[in-house]
């Protein structure tokens, strides 16, 4: 059985920091590409910052010099660093695993994690 199990959020002021954490179990982790994804109230769910499994990292431009993504395959978790962090960045946070094989692809998530950036 697959488990994405998400940690870390809460509320934090403006210009604060969080570290997300993201534990998988259930996949050859190092094989999967991981990513963090947000989503506001009535927005649609967006990538935030992905890791493949080569360790190529892509940030969406709202978070590039802000966050950074990591990941321990040892420990089979993925991070999330943000800080300066900002009001807009108020969202649900979802962890994301991904991985093909031959024509399949296996798409896995998290329950998500609250993050608040309020005064």
């Known amino acids: 059985q697959v488990q994405l199990v998400e940690s870390g959020g809460g509320l934090v002021q403006p210009g604060g920091s969080l570290r997300l954490s993201c534990a998988a179990s259930?996949?050859?982790?190092?094989?999967?590409?991981m990513g963090w994804y947000r989503q506001a109230p009535g927005k649609e769910r967006e990538l935030v910052a992905r890791i493949n499994s080569g360790l190529s990292t892509w940030y969406d431009d709202s978070v590039e010099g802000r966050f950074t993504i990591s990941r321990d395959n040892a420990a089979n978790t993925v991070y999330l660093q943000m800080n300066s962090l900002k009001p807009e960045d108020t969202a649900v946070y979802y962890c994301?695993?991904?991985?093909?094989?031959?024509?399949?692809?296996?798409?896995?998530w998290g329950q998500g994690t609250q993050v608040t950036v309020s005064s």
């Open positions: 259930g996949i050859t982790f190092s094989m999967y590409h």
């Open positions: 994301n695993s991904v991985h093909k094989v031959s024509a399949t692809t296996l798409n896995f």
